[in-house]
T-cell receptor
Framework: AQKITQTQPGMFVQEKEAVTLDCTYD???????LFWYKQPSSGEMIFLIY??????QNATEGRYSLNFQKARKSANLVISASQLGDSAMYFC?????????????FGGGTRVLVKP | DAGVTQSPTHLIKTRGQQVTLRCSPK?????VSWYQQALGQGPQFIFQ???????QRGNFPDRFSGHQFPNYSSELNVNALLLGDSALYLC????????????FGEGSRLTVL
């Protein structure tokens, strides 16, 4: 079975600073995918970034980067230059294979509040 | 290009009733998955539909059923509602065989009284 652990229930970050959200995972699968989603109070899950288990380079998407450490089974999200609009819940998730159609297992989430 | 759309956005039911939630996937996507998100928790996988068949199922009772139509849209049905079924129900769409992205809708918030 797959498991995702997010140990930070909530955190504050100053506007324009960088923040790292922790995510560790457990799986016996050789091929898997790791996702990060943002969920504002409206409820929609907004896709941020994806890392395949065989990708050698860390994924980046604009201000988001994924620090993938396979041996440690961690997939931390780094948000650079935080903005007030980044205040939201953030979920780490994984899929069993690299195909998007497989089911996602989510962590419990981290609530981020950006202070002006 | 429309993303994933869900309806209704909010609804209130009473215990024992039945509910149907609807989802239209992102244009070009053929796979639809449903998730239940209780307050303060991460989403839990209910099931996934591809080619009009249920392909994978999470740990949910048979009261939860679904359907996928030829146009790839999908319905989630919940019978004999319980108070514990109160949650945000999220639909996600993807393209089979393509990795990297699952697009979610804004969800349907169900309250069971």
């Amino acid at each position: 079975a797959q498991k995702i652990t997010q140990t930070q229930p909530g955190m504050f970050v100053q506007e324009k600073e960088a923040v790292t959200l922790d995510c560790t995972y457990d799986t016996s699968d050789q091929s898997y995918g790791l996702f990060w989603y943002k969920q504002p109070s409206s409820g929609e899950m907004i896709f941020l970034i994806y890392q395949g288990s065989y990708d050698e380079q860390n994924a980046t998407e604009g201000r988001y980067s994924l620090n993938f450490q396979k041996a440690r089974k961690s997939a931390n999200l780094v948000i650079s230059a935080s903005q007030l609009g980044d205040s939201a819940m953030y979920f780490c998730a994984m899929s069993k294979t690299e195909a998007a159609g497989n089911k996602l297992t989510f962590g419990g989430g981290t609530r981020v509040l950006v202070k002006p | 290009d429309a993303g994933v759309t869900q309806s209704p956005t909010h609804l209130i039911k009473t215990r024992g009733q039945q509910v149907t939630l609807r989802c239209s996937p992102k244009s070009g996507h053929d796979t639809v998955s449903w998730y239940q998100q209780a307050l303060g928790q991460g989403p839990q996988f209910i099931f996934q539909y591809y080619e009009e068949e249920e392909r994978q199922r999470g740990n949910f009772p048979d009261r939860f059923s679904g359907h996928q139509f030829p146009n790839y849209s999908s319905e989630l049905n919940v019978n004999a509602l319980l108070l514990g079924d109160s949650a945000l129900y999220l639909c996600a769409s993807s393209l089979a065989g393509v990795h990297g992205e699952l697009f979610f809708g804004e969800g349907s918030r169900l309250t069971v009284l």
